[in-house]
């Protein structure tokens, strides 16, 4: 039961995760930014385990974000699972090149015990799952996969379809459902109007085998107590405990 960092907005990570574990999630997911010298000893107290590293990666030419080399030292110092990779400024990548970087990362990350995990959102250079799973293809790293969001699924390009071919790229996903009217500006419908994790999410989790599931819905009301709560109810019904 995972629980990402997002959903509790921009409190500290401590409050984050003291809430979570109250809640009853055993792993989180934490933003580069959020990470302390004494992240891992909070964690670690808490018993909470760290799904991914997640936040803006400068791994392509002209990307934006951390240094590549710190996050997936902040990711294996914490005993994360994986970093995500993103691309952020919203230009196609040649899948070749990316494939090239990507498996450059991948080869970085085995040392460390760690996955890399590209994950496609509505508005990113890599949108579909297609795209996604062909440079993952092309790069041939076992520790190579996607991250795949049910909301950026349905209200992205994809449209909703699961692609047959890129199922097995899969290595996790994010749940939330979308509302039922899309609103005019879809980066403020990401952020303003997901919903927690119900029938949408629950259909396309059930053609994805046994992957772990992690909820992320922004803007939950309520104190960050009281949305991880919530969080935690909606998975849990989601995933059957």
């Not at 996604?132 to 293809?137: P, S």
């Not at 989790?205 to 949305?227: C, H, I, K, N």
Request: charged share 20%; aromatic share 4%; hydrophobic share 45%.
């Amino acid at each position: 039961m995972i629980l990402c960092s997002g959903t509790l907005g921009r409190v500290p990570f401590a409050t984050k995760a003291r809430a979570a574990a109250a809640a009853g999630f055993t792993g989180i997911s934490i933003y580069a930014r959020e990470v302390e010298p004494d992240t891992r000893a909070l964690l670690d107290d808490l018993g909470l385990a760290v799904a991914e590293v997640d936040g803006p990666l400068a791994w392509l030419r002209g990307q934006p974000g951390e240094e590549p080399a710190r996050v997936l030292d902040l990711a294996a110092g914490l005993g994360a699972r994986s970093v995500t990779v993103l691309e952020s400024t919203g230009e196609v990548p040649e899948p070749g090149l990316a494939a090239d970087a990507f498996g450059a990362l991948c080869d970085r990350a085995v040392p460390l015990g760690l996955g890399l995990h590209i994950e496609p959102f509505a508005w990113s250079g890599i949108a579909t799952l297609a795209l996604a799973h062909e440079i993952v293809a092309r790069a041939g790293h076992t520790n190579g996969g996607i991250l795949l969001d049910t909301w950026h699924l349905v209200r992205g390009p994809d449209a909703g379809r699961l692609d047959p071919a890129a199922i097995d790229s899969v290595v996790a996903v994010q749940v939330s459902d979308p509302g039922p009217v899309p609103g005019p500006h879809l980066r403020d419908e990401c952020m303003t109007d997901r919903w927690l994790p119900g029938p949408v999410s629950a259909a396309i989790v059930a053609r994805l085998g046994s992957v772990p599931v992690e909820v992320e819905v922004f803007g939950l009301p309520g104190t960050p107590a009281a949305a991880a709560r919530a969080a935690y109810g909606a998975l849990h019904e989601l995933v059957g405990g």
